[in-house]
């Protein structure tokens, strides 16, 4: 193994609950009980004082921009993954739209070797569904699947696979080895120079409306067809009252649908863009206050699985211009325990378990991770985050890992920050600073089976 | 008031302040020299984005009739070109000296833009931005309404809002910043406002805006008008199924001669026609309607200067640009 530290965390509260001790060797939970300091095994571990900490299973989130390859300038794998780990994930699904587009199995194996050389965070590559992102001809999702990355999630992301007879192929054919198709719903003929919520605030801002009914009628043309098909549907960063509303109905008919929303579409609205600062221009929209609400409910409820940063940095000129000039996309990896914190346990909608159930449970089942989001118990994988949820911090983003200084929630006091990460029992984050990262055994012989389980 | 961007956030004081000072400075086009020497030393910069000679030479001729320094910058971009950034741009002018930049622009908010950022420390003038708004167009319809009313009333004009006039704005309200501009200035000056239009060519959220909506061109005019404010509509618009054809178009909302005909059986002997140009003749409005007496529209492009000078003067006027006690800081 690359190195044989012991660490013992003193005094966490697993999940929000009793104060207990974990003690972390060989990238396993060696122990947990009420006080291991004077166990034999402890003898020798470098002591985590976790006192008024909360811990939970590292974050694993299931919608990711790393950019690499083709837009260095935005981000690099190493950079984005630095965020990842600061922001208390162990594991990042890097969506599929670089240059070139993750298509191939040579795409997503190099963005998989990134990922591990970097050692942050495990980085999963996001299948292409469509070769190009073209919507026109399926990609060789298998070779992906079959590739050392092991795809299991297929997207199109930023694009909409539109052609009900494709996405029906794609829903189809990803059975083959239980992968899953997560769709960016948006019918692009009702979206054609879209750049912001269609409501109240488009009609005097004079911008071009992003309909609800746009991403709502894909949305339940998609759980329609999961359902003729019996395949496995995700729908990516869900933003409307009425997507959670037919959700809800797909879920009740039994319908395996997944979906996922963003911490800024929990937090903010349409309100924001009358300043026209394009900080606050993202896709899908920010919208009303109404799907804010909405959103909230059915992620505490579990209409909604998980939490997806859609972590998606610019560089500055792309946001220092006219609203219709600017890219959408805001970056997230950073902030989103604290947001979700904000706008879902301070509100007194969830608990520290149900956050740890939608962001690291749910988000590695169904990205199918089977060493990430497991229970903080003797024998599992150390993927484990330590959070100070009394902190409060005001967000920088010049301050910030990622190279994207694109931030929504610049200058807003947040609560909660992460003090350690630690990933296959390395700590990446100590302190609240980024440590080192995970260095995996040189001659792995099959992809995946480094680390101790 | 530092900048010119909307009629949204344009107090009732900072409105009439305008159009009142517009009243001092219509006098100075009746003179033999037409020039005051106000703005003399400083400079303005006319940058277009996107083209339109009507706006630009009325900003010029305000900013000459004041003694400013003129500079006239076309920057005319598509949106797909990359050139040069508003930003560059922006700081570019800054280096130069402008004391007041007057924008029009194809996208929404670019004016706001400006103004928000420290890429550029002078004062912005919106001379109309995407479908947002052109609040100098809104001020100088505003200009035209008050004269035409007070002379109904024989009150002065100067002091007076529009309170009990009732206006019908009819066409593409949905791609219009003459409209937005006007609905909320039309409100900050007591009139009441009915838009009329094809419901394609209506924004989802109308009905929140301080307005009447009606999708009824003769029934408006029959509740009785005092001005009717044509907006160009776009032929092109057609293609996007935003109505079937350029002929139903006309015969629906378009001011015709029948509806010419209309205002004087239905004894609105006062009612004005007004568009903000340029018009196209047969769709939106016909020929004859265009060059009645009730049309305003010479009147308006005239008042046009008026009003620029107006607020050039305002906002760079002085040893400041501090805001006056009276006015309300623009946003």
Redesign the interface.
Same mark, same amino acid.
């Given at each position: 193994m690359a190195e044989e530290t012991t660490y013992l965390i003193r005094g966490a509260a697993i999940l929000g609950g009793d104060a207990e001790d974990l003690l972390i060797r060989d990238g396993v939970i060696a122990a947990r009980g009420a006080d291991l300091s004077q166990t034999d095994t402890a003898a020798g571990a470098t002591e985590i004082d976790a006192d008024g900490l909360v811990a939970l299973p590292g974050m694993v989130d299931v919608h990711t921009h790393l950019r690499e390859p083709g837009r260095e300038d935005a981000e690099t794998v190493e950079t984005g993954t630095r965020a990842a780990a600061l922001g208390g994930f162990t594991a990042v699904h890097a969506m599929a739209n670089s240059t070139p587009v993750a298509d191939t199995a040579g795409v997503v194996e190099q963005v998989y070797s990134l990922g591990r050389a970097a050692g942050w965070v495990d980085v999963r590559p996001v299948g292409a569904v469509t070769v190009g992102l073209a919507g026109e001809q399926l990609a060789e999702l298998g070779a992906m699947h079959d590739s050392r990355a092991q795809v299991r999630m297929f997207s199109d992301d930023g694009i909409c696979v539109h052609d009900p007879v494709l996405m029906r192929r794609a829903l189809e054919y990803v059975k083959a080895f239980d992968g899953v198709v997560a769709q960016h719903a948006q019918e692009p003929r009702l979206t054609a120079g879209a @750049?912001m919520n #269609? &409501? %109240? $605030?488009? !009609? $005097? +801002? &004079? +911008?071009t &409306?992003w309909?609800a009914v746009a991403e709502e009628s894909i949305i339940a043309r998609d759980v329609l067809l999961a359902q003729h098909v019996g395949s496995r549907l995700h729908v990516c960063h869900v933003s409307t009252a009425g997507s959670v509303e037919i959700i809800r109905w797909a879920k009740s008919r039994g319908i395996n649908v997944t979906a996922e929303v963003t911490p800024h579409h929990l937090l903010l609205t349409d309100d924001l863009v009358r300043?026209?600062?394009p900080v606050y221009k993202v896709n899908p929209p920010l919208r009303t206050n109404d799907d804010v609400q909405a959103l909230r409910a059915a992620l505490a409820d579990g209409t909604i699985d998980v939490v997806g940063t859609d972590h998606a940095p610019h560089p500055s %000129?792309h946001k #220092?211009? #006219?609203? !219709? @000039?600017a890219a959408m996309g805001m970056t997230g990896l950073e902030t989103a325990l604290s947001v979700v914190q904000h706008a879902m346990i301070e509100t007194g909608l969830m608990t520290w378990a149900d956050f740890a159930r939608v962001t690291s449970t749910s988000p590695a089942g169904i990205g199918r991770l089977t060493d990430q989001g497991r229970p903080l118990e003797k024998g599992e994988p150390a993927n484990i985050v330590l959070v100070d949820p009394g902190a409060r911090w005001t967000v920088d983003p010049s301050a910030m890992a990622t190279m994207g200084r694109n931030s929504p929630f610049r200058g807003m006091e947040l609560p909660g920050k992460v003090v350690a990460t630690f990933f296959k029992g390395h700590p990446t984050v100590l302190d609240g600073k980024l440590n080192t990262p995970y260095r995996y055994p040189s001659e792995a012989p099959v992809a995946g089976a480094a680390g101790a389980y | 008031m530092k900048h010119l961007l909307s009629t949204e956030d344009l107090s009732l004081a900072n409105a009439v302040r305008i159009l009142d000072t517009a009243e001092e400075m219509s006098s100075v086009g009746e003179r033999e020299v037409k020039k005051l020497p106000a703005l003399r030393g400083r400079t303005v910069v006319n940058l277009f984005f996107e083209d339109s000679t009507r706006t630009r030479i009325s900003f010029e001729a305000a900013a000459k009739r004041l003694s400013a320094d003129v500079i006239n910058f076309a920057a005319k971009g598509s949106s797909v070109s990359k050139g040069e950034s508003l930003k560059d741009t922006a700081q570019t002018l800054s280096a130069m000296g402008a004391d007041a930049v007057v924008i029009r622009h194809w996208a929404s908010g670019a004016p706001h833009r400006l103004a928000a950022t420290d890429w550029i420390d002078a004062a912005v003038i919106n001379a109309g931005d995407g479908t947002h708004e052109h609040p100098t167009q809104a001020l100088l319809d505003a200009f035209t309404m008050r004269r035409h009313w007070t002379k109904l009333s024989g009150l002065p004009s100067t002091g007076a809002d529009l309170r009990g006039m009732r206006v019908a704005i009819a066409g593409d309200v949905l791609h219009s910043r003459v409209a937005r501009s006007n609905v909320w200035l039309l409100r900050t000056l007591g009139a009441d406002v009915t838009l009329v239009a094809p419901p394609t060519l209506l924004p989802i959220g109308v009905e929140r805006w301080p307005c009447s909506i009606s999708y009824d061109m003769d029934e408006t005019l029959e509740k009785g008008v005092d001005a009717v404010m044509m907006l160009r509509v776009q032929g092109e618009r057609m293609n996007a199924s935003f109505f079937p054809s350029t002929r139903e178009y006309s015969r629906r909302w378009g001011f015709d001669d029948n509806r010419l005909r209309a205002l004087d059986s239905l004894g609105l002997k006062d009612t004005i026609i007004m568009h903000p140009g340029p018009m196209n003749r047969g769709l939106e409005i016909s020929a004859a309607a265009a060059d009645s007496p009730r049309s305003t529209v010479l009147a308006q492009v005239k008042n046009g200067v008026s009003i620029r000078m107006a607020a050039l003067y305002l906002l760079l006027s002085g040893d400041t640009r501090e805001p006056a006690a009276t006015l309300k800081e623009s946003s």
């Amino acid at each position: 193994m690359a190195e044989e530290t012991t660490y013992l965390i003193r005094g966490a509260a697993i999940l929000g609950g009793d104060a207990e001790d974990l003690l972390i060797r060989d990238g396993v939970i060696a122990a947990r009980g009420a006080d291991l300091s004077q166990t034999d095994t402890a003898a020798g571990a470098t002591e985590i004082d976790a006192d008024g900490l909360v811990a939970l299973p590292g974050m694993v989130d299931v919608h990711t921009h790393l950019r690499e390859p083709g837009r260095e300038d935005a981000e690099t794998v190493e950079t984005g993954t630095r965020a990842a780990a600061l922001g208390g994930f162990t594991a990042v699904h890097a969506m599929a739209n670089s240059t070139p587009v993750a298509d191939t199995a040579g795409v997503v194996e190099q963005v998989y070797s990134l990922g591990r050389a970097a050692g942050w965070v495990d980085v999963r590559p996001v299948g292409a569904v469509t070769v190009g992102l073209a919507g026109e001809q399926l990609a060789e999702l298998g070779a992906m699947h079959d590739s050392r990355a092991q795809v299991r999630m297929f997207s199109d992301d930023g694009i909409c696979v539109h052609d009900p007879v494709l996405m029906r192929r794609a829903l189809e054919y990803v059975k083959a080895f239980d992968g899953v198709v997560a769709q960016h719903a948006q019918e692009p003929r009702l979206t054609a120079g879209a @750049q912001m919520n #269609e &409501g %109240e $605030v488009s !009609a $005097v +801002l &004079g +911008l071009t &409306g992003w309909p609800a009914v746009a991403e709502e009628s894909i949305i339940a043309r998609d759980v329609l067809l999961a359902q003729h098909v019996g395949s496995r549907l995700h729908v990516c960063h869900v933003s409307t009252a009425g997507s959670v509303e037919i959700i809800r109905w797909a879920k009740s008919r039994g319908i395996n649908v997944t979906a996922e929303v963003t911490p800024h579409h929990l937090l903010l609205t349409d309100d924001l863009v009358r300043s026209y600062d394009p900080v606050y221009k993202v896709n899908p929209p920010l919208r009303t206050n109404d799907d804010v609400q909405a959103l909230r409910a059915a992620l505490a409820d579990g209409t909604i699985d998980v939490v997806g940063t859609d972590h998606a940095p610019h560089p500055s %000129e792309h946001k #220092e211009c #006219e609203w !219709a @000039q600017a890219a959408m996309g805001m970056t997230g990896l950073e902030t989103a325990l604290s947001v979700v914190q904000h706008a879902m346990i301070e509100t007194g909608l969830m608990t520290w378990a149900d956050f740890a159930r939608v962001t690291s449970t749910s988000p590695a089942g169904i990205g199918r991770l089977t060493d990430q989001g497991r229970p903080l118990e003797k024998g599992e994988p150390a993927n484990i985050v330590l959070v100070d949820p009394g902190a409060r911090w005001t967000v920088d983003p010049s301050a910030m890992a990622t190279m994207g200084r694109n931030s929504p929630f610049r200058g807003m006091e947040l609560p909660g920050k992460v003090v350690a990460t630690f990933f296959k029992g390395h700590p990446t984050v100590l302190d609240g600073k980024l440590n080192t990262p995970y260095r995996y055994p040189s001659e792995a012989p099959v992809a995946g089976a480094a680390g101790a389980y | 008031m530092k900048h010119l961007l909307s009629t949204e956030d344009l107090s009732l004081a900072n409105a009439v302040r305008i159009l009142d000072t517009a009243e001092e400075m219509s006098s100075v086009g009746e003179r033999e020299v037409k020039k005051l020497p106000a703005l003399r030393g400083r400079t303005v910069v006319n940058l277009f984005f996107e083209d339109s000679t009507r706006t630009r030479i009325s900003f010029e001729a305000a900013a000459k009739r004041l003694s400013a320094d003129v500079i006239n910058f076309a920057a005319k971009g598509s949106s797909v070109s990359k050139g040069e950034s508003l930003k560059d741009t922006a700081q570019t002018l800054s280096a130069m000296g402008a004391d007041a930049v007057v924008i029009r622009h194809w996208a929404s908010g670019a004016p706001h833009r400006l103004a928000a950022t420290d890429w550029i420390d002078a004062a912005v003038i919106n001379a109309g931005d995407g479908t947002h708004e052109h609040p100098t167009q809104a001020l100088l319809d505003a200009f035209t309404m008050r004269r035409h009313w007070t002379k109904l009333s024989g009150l002065p004009s100067t002091g007076a809002d529009l309170r009990g006039m009732r206006v019908a704005i009819a066409g593409d309200v949905l791609h219009s910043r003459v409209a937005r501009s006007n609905v909320w200035l039309l409100r900050t000056l007591g009139a009441d406002v009915t838009l009329v239009a094809p419901p394609t060519l209506l924004p989802i959220g109308v009905e929140r805006w301080p307005c009447s909506i009606s999708y009824d061109m003769d029934e408006t005019l029959e509740k009785g008008v005092d001005a009717v404010m044509m907006l160009r509509v776009q032929g092109e618009r057609m293609n996007a199924s935003f109505f079937p054809s350029t002929r139903e178009y006309s015969r629906r909302w378009g001011f015709d001669d029948n509806r010419l005909r209309a205002l004087d059986s239905l004894g609105l002997k006062d009612t004005i026609i007004m568009h903000p140009g340029p018009m196209n003749r047969g769709l939106e409005i016909s020929a004859a309607a265009a060059d009645s007496p009730r049309s305003t529209v010479l009147a308006q492009v005239k008042n046009g200067v008026s009003i620029r000078m107006a607020a050039l003067y305002l906002l760079l006027s002085g040893d400041t640009r501090e805001p006056a006690a009276t006015l309300k800081e623009s946003s």
